[in-house]
């Protein structure tokens, strides 16, 4: 399955956005979807995951109450809603694909999309 995630972009703090992860060449009905975020000079960091069916969702305590999670398997797409943000929520996000465990694990996820620009000013 290939991944391209769209959506970043530069917004104040306290600004909304929504980000797209759309797949082709397989269905995404068929796997746990997450989102990763990797900040300037800082490893790579879980933000949240999505069960194949939606019912399930998990997120990292830094973005608890904030970011959302949703997919629509018709649409083949993934989105991750920011809400609130906070300038240490500037980072390059990754949606990712896997298909065995709901996991925080970054191992756990085979496919990965490309990634999009997140900047939050102050």
């Known amino acids: 399955v290939q991944l391209q995630a769209s959506g970043g972009g530069l917004v104040q703090a306290g600004g909304s956005l929504r980000l797209s992860c759309a797949a082709s060449?397989?269905?995404?009905?068929?796997?746990?979807m997450a989102w990763f975020r990797q900040a300037p000079g800082k490893a790579r960091e879980f933000v949240g995951f999505?069960?194949?069916?939606?019912?399930?969702?998990r997120y990292a305590y830094s973005v608890e109450g904030r970011f959302s999670i949703d997919r629509d398997n018709a649409k083949n797409t993934v989105y991750l809603e920011l809400n609130s943000l906070k300038p240490e929520d500037t980072a390059v996000y990754y949606c990712?694909?896997?298909?065995?465990?709901?996991?925080?694990?970054?191992?756990?996820?085979?496919?990965w999309g490309q990634g999009t620009l997140v900047t939050v000013s102050s």
């Open positions: 999505i069960s194949k069916n939606g019912a399930s969702t």
């Open positions: 060449g397989r269905t995404i009905s068929t796997y746990i």
């Open positions: 990712a694909a896997g298909g065995t465990y709901l996991s925080t694990n970054e191992q756990q996820y085979d496919y």
